[in-house]
């Protein structure tokens, strides 16, 4: 049997059960690993000596591997069988998390996030693809709701427990966080042999390797011009050179698939109305959702003084209640469609980044931000599985895992590009906030380098003000995204 035809005929409950388990697993390495990262920031600066352009990198370099690679890695799974392409991606994952917890400098653990993020790019679209082809189409849309509740559940206890690791353990302890993914990994794979059905390769196929050179080229060029873009002493030439370099490959990339007879991008699909929509959603929305949740935790420990367990805890009523009602939003879009839970779902986004943004400048944690991140995980809740739901069954089977590459693909360039491009915002609007006397000062450094307490309280005005302009411009675009829900996609129709 092919990946191409239907699976669910021929697996049983309990197979379908374990293969949900390792999907839960697999995402939830995925969701663990960025939000401790992202907490874990301050030590990583302090521990390695990075700066703010390394820091950046630390995220974007896996990001960027992962968003280049994951539209080869779906393509994989249709090639190669969705059940060794995913535990395949899921043993790089593994590995490359130990290079990461043994890097001795920030120059070491860029190189390894970018490894990290070349099996992530494996091991993502396997997941919802392997959902789709085990479950059939009328528990399908269920059954990625309590995906998305059960991997939320077990990503909302990763920043806290990594917070709290960090804050007891040392300023190495932050290592922990990558030694946490080889044990998880090797329990996914050892599930996912044992349950998923064994699909024949499609012998025939072939795999894009010019397409992924080419968009791996062409976002890593945009990616660091925009990086660059945020320090303040990069030079034009480094800025708008690799930027325009980076457009140059990605209009080869789009002019090679055209022509290629085996894409990694089918620019087929883009010719359904549903499939466009949702992955126009999809930028925004998780470029919004990506920016923030970068900033949120470094403007909470360095801007508000918050310890690194306390500032963790942020994504707890997050996940729990994203959660919670992705498991009832699942139900639903099999019931009525995407375009209700998508509109609503992403206003309530819009108004929860207002919300966090207040909370942080008003420094009201308990009372401000938190029922902030409670709103945002009923937005994102609404969201999340009518979203997947949409991309999976807009396609034929037989693409299930290279639109769900595509999708995930956009999502990652979203948070790619909400890093670099909101760290260009965040540093003008700091630079512009503080004080001459702390010319010498980056966005993000370690308040403990500031002697006095003038110096100090300038440098949290500006990380305030800077998180502010930077949620300003989340809460809009998650606001076009509601915008795009309610115009573009329609009730349950394969267009």
Not at 449 to 468: C, I, N, Q, R
Request: hydrophobic share 55%.
């Amino acid at each position: 049997m092919s990946d191409s035809a239907s699976a669910p005929a021929t697996t049983t409950p309990a197979q379908r059960n374990l293969v949900l388990v390792a999907a839960i697993l697999a995402s939830s390495l995925g969701f663990i690993d960025g939000a401790v990262v992202s907490v874990a920031i301050p030590a990583i600066r302090a521990d390695l000596g990075a700066s703010f352009t390394d820091i950046q990198w630390v995220a974007n370099a896996y990001t960027l591997l992962l968003s280049a690679l994951i539209l080869v890695g779906g393509a994989a799974g249709d090639r190669f069988g969705l059940r060794l392409a995913f535990a395949g991606g899921i043993g790089v994952f593994a590995l490359t998390s130990i290079g990461c917890a043994l890097s001795g400098s920030a120059g070491q653990l860029i190189a390894w996030r970018a490894a990290q993020g070349a099996g992530a790019a494996f091991m993502v679209p396997g997941s919802l693809a392997l959902i789709a082809r085990t479950f059939p189409p009328d528990t399908r849309g269920a059954a990625i709701g309590l995906w998305s509740m059960a991997s939320g559940i077990a990503a909302a206890l990763g920043p806290i427990l990594g917070g709290l690791l960090i804050e007891y353990g040392g300023p190495t302890a932050w290592r922990w966080v990558f030694w946490l993914n080889p044990p998880i990994g090797a329990l996914t794979i050892a599930l996912v042999l044992a349950a998923a059905e064994r699909n024949g390769s499609q012998a025939g196929k072939s795999l894009d390797v010019l397409g992924a050179i080419l968009v791996t080229l062409g976002l890593g060029g945009i990616s660091w011009g925009l990086t660059q873009a945020s320090d303040a002493g990069a030079s034009t030439a480094g800025i708008v050179l690799p930027f325009l370099a980076g457009l140059v490959f990605l209009a080869a990339f789009l002019g090679w698939e055209k022509r290629a007879k085996e894409p990694m991008m089918p620019l087929s699909l883009f010719g359904l109305r549903t499939f466009n929509g949702a992955n126009l959603l999809t930028f925004f929305l998780y470029f919004a959702l990506a920016g923030s949740l970068f900033f949120l935790p470094m403007t909470l420990i360095q801007g508000l003084g918050l310890p690194e367990g306390e500032a963790g805890s942020v994504y707890l009523p997050f996940t729990l209640m994203m959660a919670l009602v992705a498991r009832l939003s699942g139900g639903m879009t099999d019931r009525l469609g995407p375009r209700l839970p998508l509109t609503w779902g992403s206003i309530i986004v819009g108004l929860s980044f207002l919300a966090v943004a207040a909370g942080v400048y008003m420094e009201a944690f308990v009372f401000g931000v938190i029922p902030a991140m409670v709103l945002l995980g009923v937005g994102m809740g609404l969201v999340v599985a009518p979203l997947s739901t949409t991309v999976m069954t807009v396609a034929d089977d037989a693409l299930a895992g290279t639109a769900s590459g595509i999708n995930n693909g956009i999502s990652r360039i979203a948070g790619l590009f909400a890093v670099a491009v909101l760290g260009v915002i965040a540093a003008f609007v700091f630079r512009r906030a503080v004080d001459p006397m702390l010319a010498g000062v980056g966005f993000g450094q370690p308040l403990g380098t500031l002697a006095d307490w003038p110096a100090s309280h300038l440098y949290v005005e500006g990380m305030l003000k800077a998180f502010v302009a930077v949620s300003l411009v989340t809460a809009a675009l998650a606001f076009i995204s509601a915008g795009i829900a309610w115009r573009m996609l329609q009730g349950k129709t394969k267009t």
